[in-house]
């Protein structure tokens, strides 16, 4: 996973106040659900993320979810 180009990056979120290492951690996590690299999470690897998280859900409450953070409705989320 730390082949993931997202580790390349430094990481700032507008407003979001994160230490060198709970940045670090969002990465780790991110990249172990996106398998292809391609810096962006779809409805598919948002649900094996979860799964890995061992967050229960069902489909509702994961299209709840997805929908909310997908911000520009492009079904994907991207990284930090």
């Known amino acids: ?3 993931h180009p997202l580790f390349t990056k430094n990481t700032y979120v507008k407003g ?12 780790r996590i991110f990249a172990l659900a996106d398998i292809q690299q391609l810096g962006y999470l ?6 094996h993320l979860l799964e ?5 859900t069902n489909d509702e409450i ?3 979810m997805f929908t909310e953070m997908d ?10």
């Open 16 to 27: 979001v106040d994160l230490t060198v290492d709970e940045a670090f951690e969002f990465k």
């Open 52 to 56: 890995i998280l061992q967050i229960e």
């Open 1 to 3: 996973i730390y082949s």
């Open 62 to 64: 994961l299209a709840n």
């Open 71 to 80: 911000e520009n409705n492009d079904v994907s989320l991207p990284h930090l």
């Open 42 to 47: 779809g409805r598919k690897q948002f649900a």
